[in-house]
Structure formats: structure tokens, C-alpha cells
């Protein structure tokens, strides 16, 4: 399985970026998907989940009302819209994919090699 992450880039506060991570080896259905994010000197965080049907998500509070997370199962690929980007929002940004009952309880087994996400004030 290989999760191959993409659309990263430099871009100016208020600005926007969308992601995308494409999975091959397996199909996404039935696996929730999800975006993290680490910072240089930070630890790795949850910014966005789905689930595998789509109807449920999860996001940090500090993304909510600016990124968009959603799913494509048909392609195999789960996207992440960033609008109104900050400069706290700069970091290497992570997608993953694994099984579990709740967005919560997910065990993420596959991760994808990150793309940097660098937001100039």
C-alpha cells in the first residue's frame, strides 16, 4: 500500500492550497482517511478524518471553518481544501489511512511521505 501525498507548497497568509493523497495497492473503501500535520520542534497532530463512508469527520479547532476535508473513493484519493491559510498553519502535512469503528478509535496503518506546506506572514 502506498499513500502518495501531493499539492503542497509555498503560499501567502490568507491564501490557499488544496491537497490531495492518492492510495494504490488498495482500494480507500472501508478505511477512514485522515490529514496530520507537524511543525518543526512540534509533535505530529490530527488536523482533519474522515470516515470511510464520508458522513462523518473531525477537525482541530484551529483549522475549523478554513480546511475542508472529502474523499473520493471511486479515485482512491482524499483531499484537503486549505483556505484563509496562516502561517501557523506551516508544516509538513501527513495523510493516512486506517480501520476503526470511530474517527477516534481509527488504527492508522498507513501513512503517506508528506508534503510541505510553508505559509509566509
Known amino acids: 500500500v502506498q499513500l502518495q501525498a501531493s499539492g503542497g507548497g509555498l503560499v501567502q497568509a490568507g491564501g490557499s492550497l488544496k491537497l490531495s493523497c492518492e492510495a494504490s495497492g488498495r482500494t480507500l473503501s472501508l478505511l477512514n482517511m485522515g490529514w496530520f500535520r507537524q511543525a518543526p520542534g512540534k509533535e505530529r497532530e490530527s488536523v482533519a478524518t474522515?470516515?470511510?463512508?464520508?458522513?462523518?469527520?473531525y477537525y482541530v479547532d484551529s483549522v475549523k471553518g478554513r480546511f475542508t476535508i472529502s474523499r473520493d473513493n471511486a479515485k482512491n484519493t482524499v483531499y484537503l481544501q486549505m483556505n484563509s491559510l496562516k502561517f501557523e498553519d506551516t508544516a509538513v502535512y501527513y495523510c493516512a489511512m486506517g480501520s476503526g469503528r470511530y474517527l477516534s478509535r481509527t488504527d492508522w496503518s498507513y501513512w503517506g511521505q508528506g508534503t510541505q506546506v510553508t505559509v509566509s506572514s
Open positions: 474522515i470516515s470511510w463512508t464520508g458522513g462523518n469527520t
